[in-house]
Each structure stands twice: as structure tokens, then as C-alpha cells.
T-cell receptor
Framework: EDQVTQSPEALRLQEGESSSLNCSYTVSGLRGLFWYRQDPGKGPEFLFT???AGEEKEKERLKATLTKKESFLHITAPKPEDSATYLCAVQDTGGATNKLIFGTGTLLAVQP | ETGVTQSPTHLIKTRGQQVTLRCSSQ?????VSWYQQALGQGPQFIFQYYREEENGRGNFPPRFSGLQFPNYSSELNVNALELDDSALYLC??????????FGPGTRLLVL
């Protein structure tokens, strides 16, 4: 069964203190791995899609990487506005739908 | 902004009632997926519509049903509401199997 596990559940950083969030996944065949950012009470905002091991993508202070078993979201010199829940999701190549299977997220708090 | 809109933003219902939630997809997208997100959890897949046909369903009972219209907008209907149906309901649109873009969600509270 497809499964996504994110760690840590919560992370508190000082402004400028870099860190990484982890997403471990189990799928029969990976179509894509997605990172989203979600602010309280709002819909998830798309950040990155990764398709194959070794792929990396960057956007401002965020960099996402992918291996065959996990993905990392690296946050460099974070600012308070980076505070949010970061969700990881996978799509399986099997089945007729392109449904997303989500982890429970990492709640990031960046203090000034 | 993704261009995906949902209505209403908030809704309060009582147990046993029925509710209809609406979603307008982003221009050029032909696929709509619905998710339920309980507090502190990741979104859970309810079902997906592609060109007005249901294209897959998650582990939700038949009282959760939906429609997709020719303009690719969509409705989620929930009958016989239960307390556990209280959640944020998210709609996401995409071009087939490509990246899904989410709307702002509808917060449903069942009393």
C-alpha cells in the first residue's frame, strides 16, 4: 500500500537557521512527488514536482531533492514568512487516477 | 492565486442534513479532484472527475457523490451528514495527470 511519512511533525527555527524536512515514501511505481505549502485554513500551494531519483529543484530559499525512498525539502536562511505547514504527496503509476497520497505534514515555525 | 475557486468558504450544518460544495477549475484544466482534510492531517482523496466521468474513488462511502459539468466545474454532495464529516474540503484541478492546483477550500462544521 502506498504510504508517505513526514518528519519531523513540527520544527521551530530561528530566522536564518537552515534545516531540512524529510518525506519518506513507499509506492509501487512513482509517477511524481510533490511538495506543497499550506497556510492555516487555506488550500495547499504548489511548490515543486520531482519525477526521478537525483532530481533537484529550487525556488528562492527552498530546494527539493529526491532519492528512490525519500525526498528532502531544504530551507536556507529561513524568514518568518516561511512559517507554514509543508506537505509532501506522491502519485503512483498504477491505477486510473492521478490521486495524490499525502503525508501529515511538517509544521514549520520561524522566529525572528 | 491558482484560479481555482470554491464556494462557500464556510458552512455549518446539523447531523443528517445534506450539503453541496462547488468548485470552478482553472482555465484549461479538464480534471477535478476532491479531498477531505481533517484538522492536523494531510488531505485524503475522495474522488476524481475527468471529462464529466468519475475517474477513481478513495475510501469514502456512497453518501459522498459528485458531478462534473461541461465547463469542468464540479460539485461535491454529502448526504446524511455525520459529525466526523467536519473538515476542510479541498478541490484541485489539473490537466489530466499533471500537477494539481488547489482552491482555498470549504470549511464544513457539522453539529
Amino acid at each position: 500500500e502506498d504510504q508517505v511519512t513526514q518528519s519531523p511533525e513540527a520544527l521551530r527555527l530561528q530566522e536564518g537557521e537552515s534545516s531540512s524536512l524529510n518525506c519518506s515514501y513507499t509506492v509501487s511505481g512513482l509517477r511524481g512527488l510533490f511538495w506543497y505549502r499550506q497556510d492555516p485554513g487555506k488550500g495547499p500551494e504548489f511548490l515543486f514536482t520531482l519525477y526521478s531519483a537525483g532530481e533537484e529543484k529550487e525556488k528562492e530559499r527552498l530546494k527539493a531533492t529526491l532519492t528512490k525512498k525519500e525526498s528532502f525539502l531544504h530551507i536556507t536562511a529561513p524568514k518568518p514568512e516561511d512559517s507554514a505547514t509543508y506537505l509532501c504527496a506522491v502519485q503512483d503509476t498504477g491505477g486510473a487516477t492521478n490521486k495524490l497520497i499525502f503525508g501529515t505534514g511538517t509544521l514549520l515555525a520561524v522566529q525572528p | 492565486e491558482t484560479g481555482v475557486t470554491q464556494s462557500p468558504t464556510h458552512l455549518i450544518k446539523t447531523r443528517g442534513q445534506q450539503v453541496t460544495l462547488r468548485c470552478s477549475s482553472q482555465s484549461g484544466h479538464n480534471t477535478v479532484s476532491w479531498y477531505q482534510q481533517a484538522l492536523g492531517q494531510g488531505p485524503q482523496f475522495i474522488f476524481q472527475y475527468y471529462r464529466e466521468e468519475e475517474n477513481g474513488r478513495g475510501n469514502f462511502p456512497p453518501r459522498f457523490s459528485g458531478l462534473q459539468f461541461p465547463n469542468y466545474s464540479s460539485e461535491l454532495n454529502v448526504n446524511a451528514l455525520e459529525l466526523d464529516d467536519s473538515a476542510l474540503y479541498l478541490c484541485a484541478s489539473s490537466r489530466g495527470a499533471e500537477t494539481q492546483y488547489f482552491g482555498p477550500g470549504t470549511r464544513l462544521l457539522v453539529l
